[in-house]
């Protein structure tokens, strides 16, 4: 859970101190961009001080890249903020003034304490996946290859069963006869995936292209293989 909101006064422009800002020349563009740094301050939620994380802060460089004016611009309008007693340095950290005064800090410091525990807990999960995973026995591993797209140094040995079913394949006409791969391919597949996936995403190529839409610019082999991997996450 992020911070979605903050609190911005409806008399924000009846401050003297934005009076004063879009007085300026380019006033209105330096009014925005302390809008643009309020809401930048309330996403970072670390007590009004401008942190792309826990240990960086953000320079006018990376500002830029956030808010979309240059390095140039937003100097000079922190120029003006600092003259304006509006923001601050501390310890190389640009602070928004007075950010507690105005915002739901106890409600911020909720979200960013709930954060910090979801980081937790997840750091947890994966160390305890990790200790499963190095503590898994060989059987539990070839067990567990008939399910996962695996790569092949850790890939067993054929079974029986999946030779036999290889060369009932090769055998007879894949997929109707319009699904194209070699024997090579066939085995690599089998070598990957369950036999029951191979069958699956064979029979979705087939229908694929008994509809007439063929996978342009790629192989039969290479359309199951993208197939498996968006299943199991791969491509994100």
Known sequence: MDVQWIKLSTGIFLNPKMVQLRSLKGGDRISLIWIMLLVLAGRSNRGGRLM?????????KMLSRELGYSPKTLELSFGEFVRLNMTYQDNGVWVIKN????????????IREQN??????????????TVTQCHATE???????????????????????VENRKRSFLGGEIGGGVVLLSEEQIDDLLNRLSVEEFDKYVSVVRDMELCGKHY??????QAIIDMANKDRGLNE
């Open 116 to 129: 910090r525990a979801r980081k937790r807990a997840q750091r947890s999960r994966d160390r305890h996946v």
């Open 52 to 60: 792309l994380t826990d240990d960086i802060p953000y320079d006018f």
């Open 139 to 161: 059987e539990e591993k070839e067990l567990e290859t008939e399910k996962e797209f695996i790569h092949s140094f850790c890939q067993p040995q054929h079974s029986e069963f």
């Open 99 to 110: 950010w507690e005064k105005y915002q739901n800090v106890e409600g911020m410091d909720k």
């Open 216 to 221: 342009k610019r790629k192989t039969h082999y």
